[in-house]
């Protein structure tokens, strides 16, 4: 089993950061150094910081990233920390900053993780395992009610009260695999279906116990402060909600006048890249420059 996750959008994302040799650019994301290691080789007197809330993703991307160790320094920290983390080390503006929110291949494949359903592990699904809340106690200890909104508010799920209470019934739940099938005995029958039916509420799990809604919430309102002049902003997302979060504060930034979106379409992986990489078909890319503030960008609708 590869620990390595696969850069999603790898070309696009090189391309649209525009790389200076010399520039200092900022892996909010890092994971195993997949956009990282691209970035690295591309920089001479430059540097790169990747963060990231993983601690074993920081130890197999600091080997890899062992030949352009003078380039680069890792950050044990959560995305949020933007701020904090530039100013600690006393950073340059930034001229680019990327953001793939997307969980790693290292979290996805690693069954103790209990990220997945396709194996019977515990119920965890902590990025960072220092971190107190575990996906087992919202499952196990969580209020019906509570377990309902949370399925609807964090993944749309609109079979949210069916699956908490069926989850409420079958406690105590044992472990990712006993989760699934509860999930999917509770779920209302729609004929075939493309997504396995536990699916949203893992999703809903995940991003409760990492907090990933008020972790990107504060990341977008942090980094604009840490880039400079012309550096870009470029943020991977995976699902509705949170790219929805990343096109409305990019087009607050753009009526503020002080950024203005590159990608008026968001940037979609092509079918080749999906065939050899089937997670990242869900990937959608949003890139923002930094203006001048006496700079005029009208603002405009996008897709």
């Known amino acids: 089993m590869s620990v ?19 520039g200092t650019y900022l892996d909010a994301t890092v994971g195993t150094g997949g956009h990282a290691i691209e970035i690295a080789r591309r920089l001479t007197t430059g540097h790169l910081v990747g963060m990231d809330r993983d601690p074993r993703a920081l130890e197999i991307t600091r080997e890899r990233l062992g030949p352009h160790e003078r380039q680069v320094t890792l950050v ?8 904090e983390v530039a100013q600690n080390l006393k950073l340059p503006p930034l001229n680019g900053v990327i953001a793939d929110l997307g969980i790693s291949s290292l ?35 969580w209020p019906e009610k509570e377990l309902a909104y949370l399925l609807y508010k964090n993944a749309e799920e609109r ?24 999930v999917a005995g509770g779920r209302k029958a729609r004929g075939r279906q493309r997504l396995h039916p536990a699916t949203k509420t893992f999703l809903a799990l995940r991003t409760a116990v990492n907090r990933e809604e008020e972790e990107l919430g504060q990341f977008l309102s942090r980094t604009p402060a ?28 753009a009526r503020e006048r002080t950024f203005r979106v590159l990608t008026k379409k968001v940037v979609l992986p092509g079918g080749e890249e999906i065939r050899n990489n089937p997670r990242s078909r869900s990937a959608k890319m949003r890139v923002a420059e930094k203006v001048a503030t006496t700079e005029s960008s009208a603002p405009e609708a996008w897709s």
Not at 76 to 83: L, Q, T, V
Not at 108 to 135: C, H, I, K, V
Not at 159 to 182: C, F, G, K, N, Q
């Open 76 to 83: 044990h920290a959560e995305f949020s920390k933007i701020g």
């Open 159 to 182: 079979d949210s009260r069916r699956i908490a209470r069926a989850i409420v019934r079958a406690r105590p739940i044992r472990d990712t695999e006993h989760l699934a099938t509860v």
């Open 4 to 22: 390595l996750h696969t850069p999603v959008l790898l070309e696009e994302v090189l391309n649209w950061l525009q790389i200076q040799p010399g």
């Open 226 to 253: 840490t880039l400079a002049q012309g550096g870009r902003m470029i943020v991977l997302s995976y699902h509705s909600l949170e790219d929805r979060m990343v096109k409305h504060e990019f087009q607050r930034l």
């Open 107 to 141: 979290e996805l494949d690693t069954p103790e993780r209990g990220f997945s359903f396709r194996w019977a592990a515990p119920l965890d699904m902590r990025m960072n395992p220092d971190s107190p809340l575990t996906a087992e106690e919202i499952v196990n200890f």
